[in-house]
């Protein structure tokens, strides 16, 4: 158990890291989808450096795993990772809200190694995420899709297109986390649309699920570990999650959902993460 | 002699199964819509490529760009306001933004489901499909064309939208090769241009002999691709006649008549008559009477085509 215990550790360094990229790309551009990108960020960090089959030498190796980010205003946390893993030179962060980054305020495909599809339009990973789980299943039968989706996207109805048509067709390779930070927009995603139980939901639509802690690095290795839940079902990973996670101002708060920084929080929030990166350490 | 009349749909589902029996990446996507598409005998074929979704045609544009990203060619044909309008931002970002190498094929076009009302009817798809920047967009005008255009629409790597119709058409060329982005001269005349497309075209061909007993002599141009519009021959053909008629069952505004339009307004601007079904939500009653009430048949066409050239001076 000693090396879990350290690939946690090691996969938090990772997660803090990225978090103090994403600070980076919101200064580059001076706004961004902070809150959303940092609530999945261990989830991403985790998929990216202890789950997923991906070379960043060879981007579109067939039989690589596939992430889709279909809460794609979430970005940065893809970014940051992607950087992370070497898919490209950290110097693009400061290209974030920039006129023709490669770095968009929702990713493009077309424009950034390592990205899968142009998701930001919400409700719309899950379908090409089904898409290419069925064809992975026959070219490439190993090859894995993980999806993030928000919580605030579970009312778009193609969601539930999708997540009939992946059980349906048996998509054990396929991968959901909700990243339930509980909050969108507007306010608590259950006062704008009551979409709980989330698990129950997708249990009903024929998943296996399980519920975790998605800020709990311990608890995202272990669902890592132990893919897919259920022979001959996707699995909906329902993580529970903190919105603007590992800022001490942001925490749980609605209007880190896309935030505009005045210097002095700026400041602050490279501070804060600076000194997670400095103590080696989960943010 | 009388023309031979094939099934737009069966037509069409034989064509994909030939296709497909030369490559084994084409595979078949059915909203509960593959029987009715022509594709019986693909899905006895070919089980393992046939993918029955039911009817959620959102969730079937998004999963035929996922099933593309892993190098399937996904076909998938539906009627085609269900295929068009309702996954309209499936098929902008899915397909086109994401650049994928899907099929989508809209059936019972136009007012050709005529009985079943304006739910049924088509009438933008043409306007909302060549909108999307990379999408091609086709509309074959008899059997032969429907088969070589299939054809010519698995070799083009990238988004197309293709629309066929319902009722039985009729078999109006001997040949029917087919190049994207090509248009194709049926009959040569002088006074006055009519550029044709899909369903329609047989109705214009009918139109252009009646109009020769009246002593008008009708360029006659078939235009199967409907975007990207063959430009070149757009601007020849004004030149040579001055005027122009377009005919689509499509709305007058967004069509081919409008893409028409746009570049003869750049490049040589001269009167265009623009036939169609008025902007409005159509009626519905038989297919051929409906035709006729919105003065798209043979007898329709000619009279205002007349008139324009008489108008036109």
Not at chain 2, 181 to 186: E, N, T
Request: some cysteine; glycine content about 12%.
């Amino acid at each position: 158990m000693a090396d879990t215990k350290e690939t946690v550790k090691e996969l938090e360094r990772i997660a803090s890291r990225c978090r103090r990229s994403v600070i980076r790309m919101v200064r580059s551009s001076g706004a961004g989808h902070m809150g959303g990108a940092m609530s999945c960020m261990d989830i991403v960090a985790a998929l990216y450096f202890h789950a997923m089959n991906v070379d960043p030498a060879y981007p579109n190796k067939p039989d690589r795993d596939r992430f889709v980010l279909s809460a794609g205003h979430k970005c940065m946390a893809q970014y940051a990772a992607l950087a992370e893993r070497g898919f490209f030179d950290f110097s693009e962060l400061d290209t974030y809200g920039k006129l023709n980054t490669k770095l968009p305020g929702h990713p493009d495909m077309h424009k950034l190694p390592g990205v899968e599809a142009n998701t930001g339009a919400l409700g719309h990973g899950l379908s090409i995420s089904v898409g290419m789980s069925l064809g992975l299943k026959r070219s490439h039968p190993g090859a894995r899709v993980f999806a993030v989706m928000g919580d605030g996207e579970l009312p778009e109805g193609s969601n539930w297109e999708a997540a009939s048509a992946a059980s349906h067709y048996g998509l054990d390779n396929l991968t959901v986390f909700v990243d339930d930070n509980g909050l969108q927009i507007s306010g608590r995603t259950v006062d704008i649309m009551n979409m709980e139980p989330v698990g129950a939901r997708f249990a009903a639509f024929g998943w296996a699920t399980k519920d975790i802690d998605g800020n709990d690095m311990s608890e995202v290795v272990e669902a890592l570990e132990k893919l897919p839940i259920e022979r001959g079902r996707p699995t909906a990973v329902i993580a529970h999650t903190v919105k603007g996670k590992g800022l001490s101002f942001a925490e749980g708060k609605v209007s880190c959902h896309y935030w505009k920084p005045k210097e002095d929080e700026l400041l602050q929030a490279e501070r804060e993460l600076d000194e997670a990166v400095k103590r080696g350490g989960a943010a | 002699m009388e023309a031979k009349y094939s099934d737009p749909r069966k037509v069409f589902g034989a064509a994909v199964h030939e296709e497909a029996s030369r490559n084994p990446n084409i595979v078949v996507l059915s909203a509960d819509s593959g029987g009715s598409s022509g594709h019986g005998d693909f899905k006895n074929q070919y089980p393992d490529r046939y993918f029955e979704f039911g009817i959620m045609e959102q969730g079937v544009v998004g999963i035929a760009s996922g099933l593309a990203t892993t190098g399937l060619i996904p076909v998938f044909c539906a009627i085609a306001p269900f295929v068009t309008s309702r996954p309209f931002e499936m098929f902008r970002n899915d397909v086109g933004y994401m650049k994928q190498n899907v099929k989508i094929v809209g059936r019972n076009s136009g007012i050709s489901y005529s009985d079943l009302g304006a739910t049924h009817h088509s009438l933008e798809d043409f306007a909302i499909t060549r909108m999307i920047p990379g999408v091609t967009v086709l509309a074959p005008q008899d059997p032969g064309e429907i088969k070589s255009s299939v054809r010519a629409m698995f070799e083009h790597c990238g988004p197309v939208y293709m629309r066929i119709g319902n009722d039985p058409i009729p078999e109006l060329f001997p040949h029917s090769p087919f190049d994207i982005g090509r248009g194709r001269v049926i009959r040569n005349g002088e006074d006055v241009t009519l550029i044709s497309t899909g369903t329609l075209t047989g109705s214009a061909i009918e139109a252009s002999e009646i109009l020769v007993g009246r002593g008008i002599r009708t360029l006659l141009v078939g235009m199967p691709t409907v975007n990207p519009i063959d430009r070149d021959l757009v601007v020849e053909c004004a030149k040579r006649t001055g005027r122009v008629v377009t005919l689509e069952e499509h709305y007058v505004i967004g069509g081919l008549g409008t893409s028409v339009q746009e570049v003869l307004s750049e490049e040589f601007p001269v009167r265009v008559k623009k036939l169609g079904v008025p902007h409005a939500y159509a009626t519905s009653g038989p297919y051929r009477e409906l035709l006729s009430y919105y003065g798209l048949d043979a007898a329709g066409v000619a009279k205002s085509v007349e008139e324009f050239v008489g108008a036109s001076g």
